[in-house]
Structures are given as structure tokens and as C-alpha cells.
């Protein structure tokens, strides 16, 4: 089976990943990569020289995705930029002609208010809203299997509820603490003070302590997963020096004490079934998961007391791969279409 | 007033950066340095070029110590060897010869069967124990002040006390996360596959979850600023790929609501008569206490959640400069006696 | 077709980079990977937890490769241990049960003398010796397609001859500078000072200045494309602060005045057969080549004289993807098979 | 003796480094610091948070200045900015109320082609232009003493010139070949693609090949150290991914042999009055000279070949601390004042 796949927003470091994972992919064909900068595509992304000598188109291609049987737009634009372009592709187009798959914010947040608290510049589209189904493949296999508009999770909220979702049927007490560090990759490619390099390298901040987007959507996320209510979650994003990669630790008390054993046969059963998350017997690192779709996961308990941490790459299972792993369940594909390769060791 | 000083255990960084200290301190003579390795002190330390002529002593030359009325003694040797040392030395001296002031775990701890659990290695010589005064200053200034034989905290510990202590009379309820971040010098010289470069740069990684030595430590530290008993503490360590500097970030949950306002003008109370805290109005970063005495502490609230970060260098105000800051009290010098320098900023 | 691969040293990096490259290569089964330490071979590459479910052997399995039509032992052992391991595989077994490709620098220098002097603990072996190919693909194509003993050239020694051999026909004078810099792996996977993180990390040093190995390996293999006799070579190999990764600057003088437009066509040209070899416009950066087989090359003129840069990854180009490079024309297998993927971009 | 000082550009990474020399400093008094953004100083600059608590001065308080006996104003405006503001000052104001030391780089080229070639934006004011004393201490220390104008060098052309000169004596033959590397301050504060975390983190690049202003600028420093007519010069910038530091290899072959023993013996005695060159007897590294004034010197011969290696901090020695070396000479007080502290050692 060949996938005509159409890029909105070719420029950014999402789209870069897309493209890269494209090229590896057995079943896709890039058919139109859109910027508002003219060029090449391969001028704006280095390590794709010889891979794309194609240039970048100014609007998506709708005709050439047409003639292919099954095609999909993936959206790698801003936040609100996204939402727009994408109610007046389907507004302009056949309903079948292309699957949707949005990496921004846009619609992510089911509920109206948070939405617009968290993205005020987005568009609201409550019934548009309601079609887009969230993609966090390993809570929602079956649900995205059988959608064709996908919102596609943020980064944090994808480590963090990873880490989260298993507590949920441990009988958790007290608030639980999601402690979030990010590579600079996670704040994109145009150049600002947060990541220049200078002020990055050798540094360690914090930001957005409380308020940051991705902890009501992964508190959304895990909900389900939570046998009682969702507990309160205190969440901080903080910079890593590093350009990619995602790690998170998440701390909780539960009702009742657990040995580090249990701990980890509780994830890997929980996880039995996602390729893709890897239950370690020791805490994770960020090294072997980055350029790839994997996320390692592991914990340890003391008492009712437990830490689990887990991390993933923010361009890969955080960004991009973590949507072509959607598109091969939207499309019947293995889930591992394409995406099983191992992360390059020390680099 | 004149200090002479004797440096034990010249080669790590410790001592590295006690060096530099006393280079730039105006009451201090540096005696004698000792090592195991014979040569240079400038060639252990290649950044002292020019500051450092002598060689290293193979013992600490108490004789010339003796010549001076105020003299004191740095060990910066590895936990357990430290201790006996100190040990041998006082049997073998006049009592008043030199103040010591032992920057290794050997005295941190005051309950003996902690002691003996997280420092096996170590003497638990609990008469000359009960002697060693705990040296945090911020919290036992007054204690510091009087005492002559003193144990010097650990890097987080002192960055995780200096964050949770003013949580204490804030009647905080359930366990309080104490997550950890620290460069890589606070491994010491030694290398080590956790330290090799290949696997820390642009790698992270948590380490010893519930059961690393400096949580016993911390809880010990705070425990008298919390109002009511110590709640539960759950504490990770985690590598960052900097080789400088400590950031710690607390969540907790109060009895009572609190405005992110009200949490930073308590800080700011609390280390009212603290001249290396800095309480900012945004969370911290590492590099501006880099190579500094300063500890940066902010915090942010939402109803009646808090995160309290702050941001220490390991070396510096987590060993050699929080040394010097207590050698300072110990000898009526004022606290801030040849530490007033600031960070380098990008670095 | 499939070929039986043996690896030799399964432990180090250049194992882990070829493992990592085996899997994603169409026609290798690995068979045997050896090591001195016993365990799984994934445990010792965490990056590759998921591909290899094997342990290491303590030798390598003779009759297990020889049950293929096809088989290669790669070795990557360190210098010295390999030649001599080699040597007695090969009086053990018959002479066409596999083929050898040597990772080390055992069997790089034709010159006895030079050998002798650079490689002191290396068998000389003078016979073997003559029968082992010098695998620089680029300047040694149709040599190596015929060869079954392969020596597989240095990481500095590959991008100093990839930068310097085109200056060959364009008539230099005086001295040639050739200026590297190389990343922390290419020091190997043993903890040493010099690649201590607190010492690499946000450093860079110059080491053997004029006394490197890679210069007389790199000057036998870049003379036969010299028009007269080699000229004076100046080598000097510097330490990066990143994991991985080579660039070699050349500095040179020509007899006659270049323009860089002339002479990026010339290394156009002198690279046209060179799949892997991408000529650039502009100078070459690291980061598109890192986790490749490709070489980024570019130049630019004044006067007469030029400057030549070429990136590496070294253990890509500079290792292990060269070593699959040479395999592929060892057996008649395309020259790009299981080797065109990109480079992740950031990281 | 109090210095009246003031800083023009006061934002930028040039003034913070000034800033926080001049807190150091025994001898100076901060008056006056402008910048076109409004707000306090070290809310443009963390790390001097709690060293400074002026606000910026949207222009320099020459009345302020005037009541000291000496006064000196630094300017850190971009090229072209700088100049003409200074012209407009020095018009405006008596001539001996202070003297001037621009770091910016309007005043550094004596000939007008080259300085009209590579700073076009700059005027040129021939006449004015003759009075400003090129600073480069080492080289220029009597002409400074006396001078009451000062144009700053350049970081890479600091260097490059201090690792240059002095093979001026040894009858140098063919091209001399300089291989510079830098960190990314010496790109400046404002955040541009080359200096963004993502694609300079891991990464290493060269820039300006033959092109670079700074070449001028070194030849025409080091070109009274030469003996006879300054030879070819082969001139490469590359960036390296730290914040600071800067290493230049020079790669020259001379008329005669020499040993690498009688090649250091030259650099003491060509530096043998220079407190801030320390002439090793290794190859130099960047990580000492970090955040001082200190430039590390050796080198290397085989038979008429010789390499030399300088390492300085470009900040530092490369801008800020050697404006505060020049200002030391200008007004009469030791060279070293305020500037003899020690590199932090590893970070």
C-alpha cells in the first residue's frame, strides 16, 4: 500500500523528523511539503541533503494527494495557524480524500474553557473538536485505529502520562508530583533567548511552574486510567542543556506499601502490549530512546512510596514518530511500520 | 588576622576549589596540601597555574599549622578515609591546634544506625561525633559560630534543606517530592562510566531512587524548621550532562491555600539574615551561581499547591565555598569574608 | 543473500555502531559477537535493547559462520589483541570459510618502519600483511571489491585523506596543514581523564601535535593520488566536547590561482563516483553527517590559496559504516545497501 | 586612585564581563552604564544580580564622570554604532575628561581599504582613526601606557596574534596556516540561527573561510614582529559548541630545524615580561583560562615543522578583562590589577 502524505509547515523541527522517519518508511510517499519560505526542502533541514530534492510547496497539493487511495495531511504548523488551515482544508475539500493528523495544540484539550485558557489564540470548533481524536497510541490504540482526525500529543504530556497512567489502579493518596525536563528542540526552531546557546549550554531552569498547557492535557490523557478520581498533580517544566529528549519523574504515596518488583511486573503489564515502551529494571536515561519511538519506563518503591520515571525523544515518541505510529494504525498498518529502528547509542 | 591552612586530600575537586577560595580570601595562608600522588598542586589543578607553586605534602605539616593562633584544617578526602584521618590527627594533637572542618559524609549523620547504613565504610566514634557540628549555615549559623570541629554538608542536601526547610511552618500536608539534578564534578575526579563523557553528554538520568545518602541527611537538616513532625520525603537524585551545579525543585501540598506572592515574601523572610540567598521573583537557573557561594530559590502557588526550586553550585555553595562561609563563622570573620565574587554569567 | 557475520570485541563502540548497523542491514545475520565479559549483548549497548536478545560468546563461532555461503568476521578489537587474534583465526580455519575486515590499526601501514614505530605492541607479521587491503572506499574501490583481508582506516586518518587527496592534482606548494578535531567516542569506551565528563565538557585541547598515528596512515593513502611527490604534511589532532563526530580543516597553496567556485567543481568532480560523498557550497557542519556514512566536503580560494573542510561521524565514516561500506563491495552488494539512512538533524 | 567609569552598551555579553571585572576591580567606580533598553542592570545580566542595583542610563553621565580626576569610558556598541558614537562624544566634550577604550572593532584597522572592506558600516574618520592605539598589550605595551584612545582587539585576532608573533624570529617559510575555533558568546546576546542550542549544541562548523575581518587585523599586529615581510597567512574561523573560550593552532615551517624544547623556550622569553601568558610545556586547553586573563601558549616541531597552540577566553582576554588590562596601563597602575584570579577549573 502506498500513503500520499501531504506536510503543512515543512520549515520546523517537526516537519524535519516527519520527513526523516518518511524516508524510512516502506508505505509513504511525500507528495507536497508546504512553507511560506521558498527553497528546497533539503536547505532547511542539513541531515536530508540527497534525501528530498524537491522544493517546498506554498499550499498543499490536494490534487496529487487525490489520485492516491489512501493520503493523510499531517499539520507540523503553530499552535492556532493549525487549527485554522485545517478547517479550511476540510471545508474546501472532499471528506475522504485525506486523513488529518495535527502535531500542534490545537485540538487537543477536550474541554471548552481549558482550551481556551491554555491556546486563547486557537480555534474553538466545539463539533469540529468533537471528530478529533487524542493520540496517545498506547491509552487509545483502538479509538485511533478508527479515526480519521487525530489530535497528536504534546511532548511532556505524552512522557508524563506514560509515567502516570499505570498509578492510576494503584490506589494513589495525597497529590502526585510531575517533575518534566525537555532538550531545547521542544521550543522549535526559530532562534530566542530561552535557547541561545550561550545562555542554554551548561544551564538548568525551570518554567511555567503550575500553569504550563500539557498538564491539563495529560491529566485528560490519564484520566481514564484512574480507577478514583484523579488525584491533584503538581507539575514543573524545566530546560535540560541537551537538544533532545524528555524526562520525567513522577512521585506518588499510595495506599498501600509496594516492593520496587511489583512495581515494575505492575508497568510491564500494563504496557504489555505497546511495542514501544520498554520496561527497564533500572531507571531510564535519555540517551538510548533519542531518534526513536521508544519510551523506557522503569520505578522503584520504599514503603507506600513510589518513582517512576520515563524517558522519550520530544521530536520522536513526543513529536513525530509518535504520529506516523498513529497513521500506521489509521491506515492498518503494524503499529511498528517504519519506526523500529534502535536510537544511534552515545551521541 | 591570619588562618593558616592544611588541606587534606589536595588532588579532587574539592580541593580544587578550596584552592581557588583561599587564593582569593584575604585572611587565609595555605600551609600545607597533602596528596597521595606526589608533584605539583598546580598540576593536579591546571586552572591554578601561577596561583599554586609548592608541591603536596604526604601529611599535613601540623607543625607549621601550630605557628599560627588561628589554624584550621579542610579535609577533603573520600568519605571513610576522611574520618579515620580526623580521628588519628586529634589523638595526636593539641586540641586546640587547628579547627577541622571535613567536608566528607563521615560526621553528617547523628543517628548512629543511619551512619551505619549509608556510611558503612565509615568510624561511627559516636563520643567525637557528638562533637561535630552539622554546617548549614543558613540554618545553624549560631550553632557554626561557636563550634571548632565541624561536618560539612553534602551538594544535595544542601540544596534540598536550603528548599524545604521554609516549607515547614507553612503546615504542609502529605509527602513533600524532593527531585534532584547535579552536574557531574559531584562525582568526583575519579572517571567512571556514570562520568564518561561519550555517556553524559546530552544524556540524562536519575540514579538511587528512595535511597540515596543525602536524604537522611536533609530530612535530619530541616527537621527542626518544621513545626510539626517531618512528613514523608520522597527524594530522587538525577544526572545532568553540566559539570557544575545543583537545581532542586520541592512540590508540596499546605493545609491552606497560599498566592505565589505570599510564598516568595515568606522565603524571603526566612533568609532575611542570609546574604548568599537570593530570593528572585522567577524560578532560578544554574548559571548564575556557578562558581559561587549563592544559593537562587524562588517558588510558585496554585490554590494550595507550591513548587519551591533552588539552584546552588555543587562546588561551590555544595562544598568549598559553603566550607570557607563556615570557616569565616568559626573564626568571628564576617560570613561573606572572600566569597562576595560573582558568577561568570554564560559559561 | 545472506551473510554470516562474526564481530569480534562486542563490547566496545565500533561493535555497538556495526550492531546497530547489522540490524538495519537486508542481507547480515549476526551469528557471534564475542567478548571477554560475559552477559547480553544488549546490556552492554542499552541503545540496542530490543534488537539483541543474545548473549556474547567467549570465541567467536567458527562453525556457525561456516554454515553460511557468505561470511565476514569483523573485528573490533583494540590495537594489538586484534592483529594477533586474526592471525590465529586464520591458521585455524580454512582460508575461505570467512572474510576479515579489522577495525584496528593493526594491518593499516605498509611501511614496516612506520609500523613498528606507531604500533609497537602489533604483530608485524610481514607476509599477512601484503594481503591485507587498506579499506579507504573512496580511494580504493575496485581494490577492496576484490579483497577478502581488509583493513579498515582510522577515523582521523578517513577525513584527513577524504579533505586532502583532491589537492593531489592541483599542483600544492609548500606544507599542507591538516587540522582535526574529534569527538569523545573516538577515544573508546574505557573511562580515562581525557575523557573525564567535568574535564571534556565545555573544553577543547589540542594532543600529539605532529606525532599522531593517522598522519603517516593518512599520507600512504592519499599519495598515490598526489601528481609528484607528497608534499610536507602538518597534523594536528584536537579534542571536541561532544560525543561524536570528526572535521578536519586543510589548509594549502597552489602553484597557480583557484577560484572556489573552481574548486568545488573539482571535488565535485574528483567525488563523482562517491555515493556517499556530499560536496557542499558552503563550508560543512558535524551535525548532518552524525550516525551516517556520509562525508560532507566543501572549500573555498583565495588566490592561490585554499582551505578543504570535510565532517565525519567517526563511527560511522570513521568506523563501523565504513567497515559495512567495504563489506557490501566485498560480497558484490550495492555500495549504499542497509547505509543510506539521514541523520537525525539536532541532537 | 578612584576611576570614574563608564560603559556604553551595557546589555550586551562585552558589558556584563566588563561589569563584573569592574566589581573586582580595587580601583574602579561604576558611574554611568547605558543601554537603549530601560530597566536594571542585572536583570539584563543574572549573574550580577545583587552587584549591581542601578538602572541603565539612556545616555553616559559625562557630568557624573567629569567629577573624577580619571575617567574612562568602555564602549561595547555593535561596529558602526560604536565609532560614531564615540565621535559624537569626544566633539561634544573636553578632551582630557576621559579617555576611551572601544571593544567594538571601528577603530582596529590603520588602513583605510582594509577597514572600509571589512567594517563598511563604520566610519572612517582617517584623522581621529590615528589616535586610537591599537591594544593588543603583549605586543603593544609602551604605545598603550601612553595612549588616551584605545581600540580593543578582536577575540580571534588576540589569539591568533599572541600565538603568531613570535615565530615572526624564526624565519618562517611558505604560508603560515591559522586554525581558529570559538565559542558561541563571541557571536554576541542576540539569538540568531548559528547560535541557537539546537543546531550548535553537538555540532562544529567552520565559517568565513579566507574571509574572516579578523585576519587583517592579527597580520597587521604581529607584523612588527616580524623580521622580514609578513608571509602568506591562511585564515579559518570555526565554531565550537561551548559558551567561552577560543583556541587557535598555527601551523608554520621555518628555514632551519628546531626542537619543541628550543621552541618553548623561545614563547617564555618572546612572553618573558607578560604576567597573563603562561607558557606550558603541553599543548594548551581551553577549560583553564576560562573567565581570566590568561593566554596558554605552546608548541610542537618535528624537523622544520612547528605547530603552536593559544587558548584564551574570549570574553576575557578576548575582550573584556584585556580592555581592563589596557585601562591598568593607561592610567598608571599595575597591569595585573583586579585581574589575577584564578579559572574556575571544571564547568
Redesign the interface.
Known sequence: MAIGVGILGGTG?GA??LL?LC??HPNIDVVSVTSREAGKICDA???????YSDLFDTEVNVGALSSYDQAVIFSALPHGVSGQTIINLLEETDSDTFKVIDLSGDWRLKSLELHSEFYPKSPIAAELRKKFQYGLTELYRDEISSCSLLANPGCLATASALAAAPIGSLDP???I?V?A?T???GSG?E???T?????????????K???HQHEPEFKQAIAPSYTNQLP?M?F?A?S??????I?V?V?A?LENEITSQALIEHLEKFYSTSPFI?V?HE??????V??TN?C?IS????GN?I?I?A?IDN?GKGMASAAIQNMNLMFGLEETTGLM???????
Not at 531507571?283 to 538510548?288: F, K, S
Not at 529502528?341 to 551521541?347: E, K, N, V
Open positions: 523541527y524535519g523528523e526523516r524516508a524510512l533541514h542539513p541531515h536530508l541533503n540527497g534525501f493518596i495525597g497529590q508530583a517533575d525536563k532538550g531545547s528542540t526552531k532562534p530566542k533567548s535557547t541561545h546557546h550561550p545562555t542554554r549550554h551548561g544551564n538548568f531552569r525551570g518554567y511552574p503550575l500553569a491533584p503538581s514543573l524545566q535540560l542543556p541537551i537538544a533532545r529528549g524526562f519523574s512521585h504515596q520498554r527497564l531507571l531510564p536515561e535519555i540517551g538510548p533519542v531518534g521508544f523506557d520505578g522503584a518503591a520504599r512510596q518513582i520515571c524517558a521530536l529502528q534502535p536510537a544511534l547509542g552515545p551521541c
